[in-house]
């Protein structure tokens, strides 16, 4: 049997901890869109590792705010021509506002990190620097590796092979 380079549906529930539901709903609005592998009625769903990703970091947010506030997050960062994943970017969320901190340590310490709001009730503000909880992507990751390594779904020796990013040990 081939190993495809991606997770199944199955999988993916699995290391994302999410519903079916949810899935459906996210590949709907655009947020997530997996790929199909068959033209039966029945297609094999396989999702990418930078979408399981994704999903967690969704989920990570929907903690603190709606599916509707991401989707204007996304919306957000992609209009503005930023790469639109949320799975790489440490967000911070204030009641209904959204700050993207944008860490680039190339010019530290003459420029500091610097805040984006992307997301704000009305709109207001949004765009703007700001000076001021998605956790980093190596905590997701690793929420992904665990979640594998206790699932009786996903056979870990292929999950190994097939994840894209390492286990980080906490320092």
Do not use: C
């Not at 590949?27 to 399981?52: D, F, M, N």
């Not at 997301?119 to 956790?135: F, H, R």
């Amino acid at each position: 049997m081939a190993i495809i380079d991606g997770f199944t549906r199955t999988e993916t529930l699995a290391l994302t901890e999410t519903t079916s539901n949810r899935l459906q709903y996210l590949e709907k609005t655009g947020l997530i869109i997996p790929q199909r592998i068959g033209k039966s009625r029945k297609p094999t769903v396989v999702y990418t590792w930078e979408q399981v990703l994704e999903i967690r970091a969704i989920k990570h947010l929907r903690q603190e705010i709606s599916l509707q506030t991401v989707r204007r997050v996304v919306n957000f960062l992609n209009e503005s021509g930023f790469d639109d994943s949320l799975r790489n970017k440490q967000l911070i969320v204030i009641d209904d506002e959204v700050f993207w901190i944008r860490l680039d340590w190339q010019d530290f310490p003459e420029k500091m990190p610097s805040a984006v709001k992307v997301s704000g009730s009305q709109g207001k503000g949004v765009g703007q620097y700001t000076l001021l909880v998605i956790p980093a992507l190596t905590e997701i990751v690793n929420e992904v590796w665990k979640a594998a390594k206790e699932s009786e779904t996903v056979d870990f020796e292929s999950f190994k092979q097939r994840a894209k990013a390492q286990y980080t040990q906490a320092s």
